[in-house]
Every structure is written in structure tokens, then in C-alpha cells.
């Protein structure tokens, strides 16, 4: 019994170096070519540590990983694409929700065929919308685009009823709180994404 359970311990070790080579993701062909059987991927479901993003995907929930890194990889394969919604929320530390996926804003007409990992999930913006809002922020020398912090709110309230209400609360709480916060920028962007009732709303309450 004790052998069997240090043969199970040691495959779900060789499962975990899979996920630290692919930044966190593994799809289930890249433990079947090493010859593990998939139902040690359902134990490790099971148990808490990992979990699925999509069929054939799955991800380690609390590995650190470097998420400046991925911020890059992820813009390098969407060249037009500008970090936004909870993926910006969480680079601005505003959430403490890990997102299952990498949220990119692009144009309506854009096309491209995504990668297996890592999992991405596209937006579309109409041309002015896409266009305003727009930060350039310097990792290790890479540029990255991504909306500002109050397009950010602005957004993920206007895709509220895509993302948890605990989150947007959570965001705009920590937004309150930091000192170079501009009520009036963000009311500005409120009025264009057409949620200005709705942020002030929410900053009657939190203020």
C-alpha cells in the first residue's frame, strides 16, 4: 500500500513539473505523451489542485507563476490586443481573483486562430472604443498595451453580467482607496462605456 502510494506521489510530481514547463497549463495530450494516464489529472481535480479551464485544459491553482511574463507572452501572440476587463484588474492589484483566462480586448474585424495555452479570451470593441484608453506599460524591457485603471472599472461594469458582481465590488473598493485615483476621469469614462448611473451607484455606497 505504502508503495503504491509513493508511485502515485511521484506521477503527480512528474505532473506538476508539466505544469511549471507550460506557465501553470497543461492540455491532457501533454500528460498522455508521457505516457500518465489521465485519471490522475481527475485525483488532482479531486483533491483542489488544479482545475479545469476547458475541455482538454487545465490549470494549477496555486502555482506562482510569473503573471508579468504570461502579460507578455499573451500580447506577443495578440499583436493588436490590449490587456483589459479582470486580467487588467488584476495587474493593477485591484482583485484577488486569479482569472482562469487572459482577457484581450481587439477590433471587430480581428481574426486569428488562438493557441491551446495560454487560454485566452477575446473581446470585441467597436474601432473608437478599442482605441481610447490606451497605456503602454514598459515588463523587462517589453511593451504591452492595456487600458488605464478607470477604463478598467468602466468596462467590467459594462460586462457586469459576464463578470462576478464580487469582483467588480472588490475592484472598486481597492480603486477608492488608492491615492492616485481621479473620480472625475473615471466618471468620464462611465459616460462613454454608458454605465455612469451605475458607477455612481456603486460609489454612493463605497465613498
Known sequence: MKLK????????EKIKEVF??????????????????????RDLINE???????????????????????????????????????SALAYY????????EYTIAVRRNYNIKLPDYPPIKLYYFSDKYYMDGVEKIDINGNIIKMYNIEKTICDCLRYRNKISKDIIVE?????VKRRDKNISKLMDYAAKAKVKDVVQKYMEVLI
Do not use: M
Request: aromatic content about 10%; charged content about 30%; proline content about 1%.
Open 171 to 175: 475592484s472598486i473598493k481597492g480603486y
Open 20 to 41: 511549471y514547463v507550460n506557465n501553470g497549463y497543461i492540455r491532457t495530450k501533454d500528460i498522455s505523451s508521457k505516457g500518465i494516464n489521465r485519471r490522475y489529472l
Open 5 to 12: 502510494n509513493k508511485i502515485k506521489e511521484k506521477i503527480k
Open 93 to 100: 492589484e485591484l482583485t484577488t481573483y486569479t482569472p482562469g
Open 48 to 86: 483542489g489542485v488544479i482545475e479545469r479551464i476547458k475541455q482538454g485544459l487545465y490549470r494549477w491553482k496555486d502555482a506562482k507563476f510569473d503573471v508579468e511574463e504570461e502579460l507578455v507572452n499573451v500580447s506577443k501572440i495578440i499583436h493588436y490586443g490590449v490587456i483589459c476587463l479582470v
